[in-house]
């Protein structure tokens, strides 16, 4: 049975930082591209960020370029989401995702992990 479990979300104050984590179980995580997603309310999910199975290529949305940092440990079955000088508009509901380079979308889902970024 797959599994994407996020970890990490809490209340941060602007210019903050958090990292999220996600522990993947129920299949090789060496061999998939794994991402992290977001949604706020009333908003539409967007993606954050993706690495790509060995590590060697990672995309950005443009809310997180260059303040955010996307890795992973596939000996672990962890993949990070290190987040730096967070805003308000970064509150949302945060996924981990499995396969986000497939072109039909990410294939499983985590059940997300919230980050509110507020004073």
């Known amino acids: 049975q797959v599994q994407l479990v996020e970890s990490g979300g809490g209340l941060v104050q602007p210019g903050g930082s958090l990292t999220l984590s996600c522990a993947t179980s129920?299949?090789?995580?060496?061999?998939?591209?794994i991402g992290w997603f977001r949604q706020a309310p009333e908003e539409a999910r967007e993606e954050v960020s993706c690495?790509?199975?060995?590590?060697?290529?990672?995309r950005y949305g443009e809310a997180a370029q260059g303040r955010f940092t996307i890795s992973r440990d596939n000996a672990k079955s962890r993949v990070y989401l290190q987040m730096n000088d967070l805003k308000p508009e970064d509150s949302a509901i945060y996924y981990c995702?499995?396969?986000?380079?497939?072109?039909?979308?990410?294939?499983?889902w985590g059940q997300g992990t919230q980050v509110t970024v507020s004073s």
């Open positions: 995702v499995m396969d986000c380079l497939a072109a039909e979308g990410p294939i499983y």
């Open positions: 129920g299949f090789n995580q060496d061999y998939w591209a």
């Open positions: 690495i790509s199975s060995s590590g060697e290529v990672t």
